[in-house]
């Protein structure tokens, strides 16, 4: 049947991207939950997977990702979300701001921006895609802002900037969180004058550093589900600024010339 044939075709592996990630978490627990006795789950990073993909892509060869929108793959490729239905990778996810207990006495200004800063997967697709096309993330996301100051602006009007004030975000190498932080970092320094140093980390010492204090802030907080192990482990010992983005989601993604249809088909 189809699906022996996809299994032998790719060795019966999924690649991944970084173990600490939810969505591995949840590829797991698919495994399981479809009986997928025979898959396995590459570890790797997201670079490393979406270099797989290409490959395959070019070569017209099947491959299994896990993948998650907003991602500028879906915008350069024809793929296509495998069904989920046992909704393992749940349905309507978001990204939110979490921030250290006491930032918001400690930095009022940055806080109230956090709280503010919202946008749509397309506006984070513009800078992902140019860094994608090789645009310094820095860059791209200076570009971004500069194109869209009416956003900007919403998210900054009658704050009082600050002179220097040292800020620490962190985010995890993802597509979509290297273009997130990159943009906070660019409106935390240029428009409301913080010193502002973002770390890059897997997805265990993001949360940890912002639950221990250690980290200011990080817009990479994928919730309720994706996210749930971390958020249970610490969410009450940190400040969760809502949602950035809404209507985001993770879940196995193939190229469309693969031609199964569900989750279920892998069996
Ligand atoms: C890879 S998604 C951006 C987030 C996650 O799976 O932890």
Redesign the pocket.
């Known amino acids: 049947s189809t699906a022996v044939a996809i299994g032998e075709q790719v060795d019966y592996e999924i690649i991944g991207?970084d173990p600490g990630?939810?969505?591995?978490k949840a590829t797991n627990q698919a495994i399981e939950t479809y009986g997928l006795a025979d898959w396995k789950l590459i570890e790797g990073s997201g670079a490393a997977m979406t270099a797989m993909l290409d490959k395959a892509i070019k070569a017209e060869e099947p491959i299994i990702i896990t993948g998650?929108t907003p991602h500028w793959m879906f915008a350069k490729y024809d793929l296509k979300y495998l069904e989920d239905p046992q909704k393992v990778y749940g349905e309507a996810e978001e990204i939110h701001t979490v921030a250290r207990k006491g930032l918001k006495e400690d930095h009022p200004t940055a806080y109230e921006f956090l709280d503010r800063f919202e946008w749509t997967s397309d506006e984070m697709g513009a800078i992902m895609t140019a860094i994608q096309e090789g645009q310094d993330p820095a860059e791209a996301a200076k570009a971004w802002a500069e194109a869209n100051t009416d956003r900007v602006d919403s998210w900054t009007q009658g704050l009082t900037p600050v002179d220097g004030d040292k800020l620490k975000l962190s985010y995890v190498a993802?597509d979509?969180?290297i273009a997130s932080t990159n943009l906070l970092e660019y409106v935390l320094e240029s428009k409301l004058g913080y010193d502002v140093e973002s770390l890059q980390v897997e997805?265990g010492p993001m949360w940890t550093g912002v639950a221990s204090g250690d980290v200011d802030a990080t817009a990479a907080a994928?919730l309720p589900l994706?996210?749930a192990d971390y958020w249970d482990k610490y969410g009450d010992q940190l400040d969760d600024l809502g949602a950035n983005m809404t209507g985001v989601k993770?879940g196995l993604v193939v190229p469309a010339y693969v031609n199964i249809g569900s989750i279920e088909d892998l069996k």
């Open positions: 991207i990630a939810g969505i591995m998650w993802w979509s969180e997805a994928w994706t996210h993770t």
